[in-house]
């Protein structure tokens, strides 16, 4: 059986003015193992367009082409893959060698395609280049060879698979006539050794070597001779298994392109690590700042009390103040007044609220509580000073031991702390001394004795402040039959743990934290704002990051076509060419992440070091969670970019890309 059939091939390229053009005019012959066929014909006849067909490069003929019993035209997409791998080697006049692979993996690409071990990969490289006498030079790169040498590289690239059909386009077109012989006499060895060489030229002195010459003119075949007997040892084809190539080995392959190209690619992973530090910037500063806030006000209070009060009207109403009547916003002051000075009716806890509080799971006990603001009503007064008591409030577990700067709590009815301010204010050793204190007692007001136990000194309150016990409080409003209604609850929970969820169930039920926890949680709530709007302002230049690393990608394509033309012809799937590209899309990803997220580490520790000197406060908090955040953006939008990229050059045509100059 003959090895390749060729029954009335013919080829119709179509032009682009519309017109077509036919560069094969039917052309049949057969061939059997061991010839060495010379496809003689003048520049233009239809050589190269006749072997792209055989080679299975162009599979847009008519007529059939007949490899091992099999018509080329019935071959699916994986069969002609394997076709390329296995059963056809190319050799080009131009060599067509990767630049920056070295002779090893240049001549086991096709190995690197088909999935083969890099063991065998490299001992069957060695062994060919050994062959072609370049076994001193192959961890060169090709431009560190002569012409000559380079060929012998694209001979034994040719063998690496095995193939039984070697096309050779003009393979001595480019070298010398010494050079030239060599050449010529390890074709015909390759003949010699069992296989079917189709080389084309334009030489006669080349098809004089040959066993048999084909002439072609005007895309038909003029002449078929046999004119030497050339003696052939039967093949005996090693059996290298070839499969698809894996991504791993897709992402090495970009990686060695990456490494030949180091400087643009490192520059354009810089340019688009900019985008990514100042996203990733931006969050930790939202985030450091934000928590600074929050820790700053949750230090002043004790981690295991929930304090609840009743939601002023204001709250409780959506109505935009905008659609309000003059009346209803009146209204509304008077209330808001009256939740601030405490005597509000519907700021007061009822029992039913309380019990309600009790239930919250988790709760184990629960104090009453009563603060109010006043203007110039209430007063202390020992000897002949006295001072305005801008708050008035009772103990609770929430007042911190260590807020107690002198004394202790007071304890009983007439007992009452004062802040350090005020006492001072007072003048000295007020401690355990009986003041005067005139106080407004619902529409009463009242003046009376009380001990001052304790001092009391925080740095979140500022304001001149009386502390009475509840019960104190309570037997005051009492004897001057007023009813004190509880304005505060605290809630204490035996783990700190739950007073999150405790705090949560405070607001389901409709009531609200202490006032420092609604300023901290509006702060957090603009903070958070502004860092998602800075944020997304940042992430604006990670557009631009996507577009440079689209058209890097895009001129890769462009100065590689010819690579990938090349990588075709040795059986390179479409899905190859894309991995390969997508992989590079991938690697700039991820340096440009990791370079965006050392940087923002770096930035970040100096910009706290100064915070830190300056204000005693870390501003950036770096965390591992923006760093992952950091690289996956990164990865996903380099992909992102070299889809477009990626997709181009899988879908370049073979013939195209290598007649590419
Ligand atoms: P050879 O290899 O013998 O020099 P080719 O096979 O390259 O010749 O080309 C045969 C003919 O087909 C030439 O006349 C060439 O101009 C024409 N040809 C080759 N490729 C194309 C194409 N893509 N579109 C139109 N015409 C083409």
Same mark, same amino acid.
């Given at each position: ?13 179509k032009?682009?003015g519309? !017109?077509?053009?036919e ?5 049949? /012959?057969?061939?059997e ?7 003689v014909?003048?520049?233009? =006849? ?8 055989i ?17 080329l035209?019935?071959?699916s997409?994986q069969?002609?893959? #394997? ?6 080697g190319?050799?080009?006049? +131009?060599?067509?060698?990767i630049?920056?692979? &070295?002779?090893? #993996? ?7 395609l088909s999935?083969?071990?890099?063991d065998f990969?490299?001992?069957r490289?060695k062994?060919?280049l050994r062959?072609?006498g370049?076994e001193k030079?192959?961890?060169k790169k090709?431009?560190q060879?002569s012409?000559?040498?380079?060929q012998?590289?694209a001979?034994a690239?040719?063998?690496? +698979?095995?193939?039984?059909?070697i096309i050779?386009?003009?393979p001595? @077109?480019a070298?010398d006539a010494?050079?030239?012989d060599?050449?010529?006499?390890m074709?015909r060895?390759?003949a010699e050794e069992?296989k ?6 334009h030489s ?7 066993s048999?010459?084909l002439?072609i003119?005007?895309?038909?075949l003029? =002449?078929d001779?046999?004119?030497?007997d %050339? ?5 005996t084809?090693?059996d ?16 060695l ?5 180091? @400087? ?7 340019g688009s690590?900019?985008g990514?530090m100042s ?5 930790a500063?939202g ?5 600074y806030?929050s820790?700053t006000?949750k230090s002043y ?6 304090e609840?009060?009743?939601?002023s009207?204001t709250?409780?109403?959506?109505k &935009?103040?905008? *659609?309000?009547?003059?009346?209803e916003?009146a209204?509304?002051?008077?209330e808001?007044?009256a939740? $601030?000075t405490?005597?509000?009716? &519907?700021?007061?806890f009822?029992k039913k ?9 988790h709760?184990?006990r629960y104090?009453k @509580?009563?603060s109010s603001?006043?203007l ?6 020992y +000897?002949n000073?006295q001072?305005s008591?801008?708050?008035l409030?009772t103990?609770s577990d =929430?007042?911190?031991?260590?807020s107690?700067v002198?004394?202790k709590?007071p ?9 350090? /301010?005020?006492?001072?204010l007072l003048g000295?050793?007020?401690l355990d ?5 005139? %106080?407004k ?6 003046t009376q ?7 009391y000194?925080?740095q979140?309150q500022s =304001? ?5 016990t509840y019960?104190? $409080?309570? #037997?005051l ?6 009813k004190?209604?509880?304005n ?5 929970t035996?783990n700190?743990d *739950? ?5 949560d169930?405070?607001?389901?039920l409709?009531?609200t934290g202490s006032?420092?926890e ?5 702060f957090?709530k603009m %903070? ?6 800075l944020?997304?302002?940042? /992430?604006?230049?990670l557009v ?6 689209l058209?890097? %990608? ?7 076509t ?7 012809a040795? !059986?390179?799937r479409?899905?190859?060419i894309?991995?390969?590209?997508a ?8 340096t440009?992440g990791?370079i965006?997220v050392?940087?923002?580490y770096?930035?970040g520790f100096?910009i ?5 000197a /300056?204000f005693?406060? *870390?501003v950036?908090s ?6 992952i955040?950091?690289?996956?953006i990164s990865?996903v ?5 070299g889809i477009?990229?990626?997709?181009r050059?899988s879908?370049l045509d073979p ?5 590419k100059?």
């Amino acid at each position: 059986m003959p090895v390749m059939e060729l029954k009335n091939v013919t080829k119709t390229y179509k032009m682009a003015g519309g !017109g077509t053009f036919e560069a094969l005019r039917g052309i049949s /012959a057969s061939f059997e193992a061991g010839e060495l066929v010379a496809i003689v014909g003048e520049s233009g =006849s239809g050589k190269s367009t006749l072997m792209n067909a055989i080679g299975g490069l162009d599979s847009d003929f008519g007529g059939e082409i007949i490899y091992e019993g099999k018509n080329l035209r019935n071959f699916s997409t994986q069969e002609l893959v #394997d076709y390329h791998k296995k059963s056809i080697g190319f050799i080009f006049q +131009n060599f067509n060698l990767i630049s920056h692979l &070295n002779l090893i #993996d240049n001549v086991s690409m096709a190995m690197t395609l088909s999935n083969v071990s890099e063991d065998f990969r490299k001992k069957r490289a060695k062994e060919l280049l050994r062959k072609v006498g370049l076994e001193k030079h192959m961890y060169k790169k090709p431009d560190q060879i002569s012409g000559g040498q380079k060929q012998r590289v694209a001979i034994a690239r040719a063998l690496v +698979n095995d193939p039984d059909v070697i096309i050779a386009d003009e393979p001595t @077109g480019a070298l010398d006539a010494e050079t030239t012989d060599t050449i010529l006499d390890m074709i015909r060895e390759i003949a010699e050794e069992g296989k079917l060489v189709l080389m084309v030229t334009h030489s006669d002195k080349v098809a004089s070597h040959c066993s048999r010459v084909l002439r072609i003119d005007n895309g038909e075949l003029i =002449s078929d001779e046999q004119q030497l007997d %050339l003696e052939y040892t039967e093949n005996t084809r090693e059996d290298i298994k070839v499969k698809n190539m894996s991504m791993w080995k897709a992402i090495k392959l970009a990686f060695l392109n990456m490494k030949a190209k180091l @400087g643009r690619n490192l520059l354009v992973a810089l340019g688009s690590s900019i985008g990514i530090m100042s996203v990733v910037l931006m969050l930790a500063l939202g985030k450091g700042v934000t928590s600074y806030v929050s820790s700053t006000m949750k230090s002043y209070t004790n981690p295991n009390i929930t304090e609840v009060h009743k939601k002023s009207s204001t709250q409780q109403t959506t109505k &935009n103040p905008q *659609n309000m009547s003059r009346e209803e916003i009146a209204k509304q002051q008077q209330e808001n007044m009256a939740a $601030l000075t405490g005597s509000g009716t &519907n700021t007061g806890f009822t029992k039913k609220d309380i019990e309600k509080l009790s239930k919250i799971k988790h709760v184990d006990r629960y104090q009453k @509580g009563y603060s109010s603001f006043s203007l110039g009503t209430n007063t202390v007064k020992y +000897n002949n000073k006295q001072a305005s008591l801008m708050m008035l409030q009772t103990m609770s577990d =929430s007042i911190s031991k260590s807020s107690i700067v002198e004394g202790k709590a007071p304890k009983n009815n007439h007992e009452i702390m004062l802040d350090r /301010a005020t006492a001072d204010l007072l003048g000295k050793n007020i401690l355990d001394k009986e003041v005067t204190l005139t %106080l407004k007692i619902g529409e009463k007001t009242i003046t009376q004795n009380f001990k001052v136990t304790g001092l009391y000194e925080s740095q979140s309150q500022s =304001s001149s402040t009386v502390f009475f016990t509840y019960a104190g $409080l309570q #037997d005051l409003y009492k004897t001057n039959q007023e009813k004190l209604l509880p304005n505060v609850v605290y809630l204490h929970t035996a783990n700190k743990d *739950n007073t999150k969820m405790i705090k949560d169930k405070v607001k389901d039920l409709g009531y609200t934290g202490s006032m420092q926890e609604q300023m901290t949680e509006m702060f957090t709530k603009m %903070l958070n704002i502004i860092t998602w709007v800075l944020t997304a302002i940042a /992430a604006v230049s990670l557009v631009v990051s996507a577009i440079m690393i689209l058209v890097v %990608l895009n001129i890769s394509v462009v100065e590689r076509t010819k690579e990938i033309g090349v990588l075709k012809a040795l !059986g390179a799937r479409r899905k190859d060419i894309r991995r390969i590209f997508a992989s590079e899309a991938f690697l700039i990803g991820i340096t440009s992440g990791a370079i965006g997220v050392v940087v923002t580490y770096v930035l970040g520790f100096f910009i706290n070091n100064f915070t830190k000197a /300056a204000f005693e406060v *870390n501003v950036v908090s770096m965390t591992t969670k923006y760093a992952i955040a950091g690289i996956v953006i990164s990865v996903v939008i380099s992909m992102i970019a070299g889809i477009l990229p990626s997709n181009r050059a899988s879908k370049l045509d073979p013939v195209e890309a290598l007649r590419k100059e």
